[in-house]
């Protein structure tokens, strides 16, 4: 991707991917020589590969779905480098590729040019370096009670609809038992 394209978007709400596992939205922290930094609702800061990513996405009219304020203390981790991250995570718990079989989550012990070694339980995984979309090792920023509220009223009100139409189901299905029961 363009530089000065992804250095233009630095502190906006974008989309990396489509879709499919490694899609998440987020706020865009920095741009590095070869990785993007990604503040994320869910998972925290994803450090992602440039030549991974296969668009990123800025809605400009209503823009994306982000609840969190982002404080001005707030520190993650930083390097020029994609390897320059995984040195500065080695022995931290971090979670590769965000889904799909490739997924993995584990202690970061050794890092080399072509490979990284992650420890997970009674396993020993070398992971190829080329293979590595992202990785994230937990760093979060909590969201604030007015978003947490807004989501607990969300939840509420989907149940309450999804209740509604459960009710209205059993209703109609009734009804229609009824009326066979009529016809006979």
Known sequence: MNSELLLSLVGKVIKVDRGG???RIGKLLAVNEDHITLLTEDDGVIYYKAHHIK?????TKSGLNFNIEVPENFEYKTAKTFKGILENLKYHWVKINRGG?????????????????????EEVVRLSMFHIRNISYGEKVQKSDEA?????????????EKSK????????NAEQGNEKKKEK
Do not use: H, M, R, Y
Not at 153 to 159: D, T
């Open 148 to 160: 947490d509220k807004e989501e607990k009223q969300e939840g509420q009100s989907k149940e309450q």
């Open 55 to 59: 668009s990123l996405t800025a809605n």
């Open 165 to 172: 139409q459960d009710n209205s189901n059993k209703k109609s």
């Open 21 to 23: 596992p490694e899609s």
């Open 101 to 121: 079989p490739e997924k993995l989550e584990g202690v970061l012990d050794d890092i080399s040019d072509d490979f990284v070694t992650i420890i997970l339980n």
